[in-house]
């Protein structure tokens, strides 16, 4: 920076930089742009155990191959082999309360159809598809939704 140069406002540093508001939902947006440029495999920059199970239930059902967390040190990156299987996913923000009775509501909300793609719930009984919910009968906070 040159002497003649102003030093930035307290407004314009702020605004050059990036706030990471939810890591689930970059997670799952960077895997989502990855699939549709068609890409073999992504980086996701952070890591969480919320992300980790979010990415071990999306290969149960087949959307996804492996995948392995980078131990960097300090925030963790993680690397997903793409199989072009997904189409949309989405963060539910705010994280509202599901009763096991008003799933069959929200997955029609959701879902394009009902045997397409599934939605991630948080329960006491850990991180579960709605299928999964349904048949132990817990309900819990919604997470996100992929088909």
């Not at 071990?56 to 793409?82: M, P, T, W």
């Not at 029609?108 to 006491?124: K, M």
């Amino acid at each position: 920076r040159s002497s003649s140069e102003p030093l930035p406002t307290r407004r314009q540093s702020f605004l050059n930089k990036m706030v990471r508001f939810s890591s689930l939902n970059d997670a799952l947006r960077t895997i989502s742009n990855a699939e549709r440029r068609g890409f073999r495999q992504v980086l996701i920059r952070t890591s969480s155990k919320v992300i980790v199970r979010v990415l071990v239930l999306l290969q149960q059902h087949g959307y996804i191959g492996e995948f392995e967390v980078v131990d960097d040190h300090r925030a963790n990156k993680i690397v997903v082999n793409l199989l072009g299987r997904i189409n949309k996913t989405g963060v539910i923000s705010p994280r509202f309360d599901v009763k096991v009775l008003d799933i069959e509501k929200w997955i029609n909300n959701l879902l394009p159809s009902r045997q397409f793609g599934f939605i991630l719930l948080t329960t006491s009984e850990g991180i579960i598809d709605h299928v999964e919910a349904r048949k132990r009968g817990v309900g819990g906070k919604i997470l996100g939704y992929v088909y």
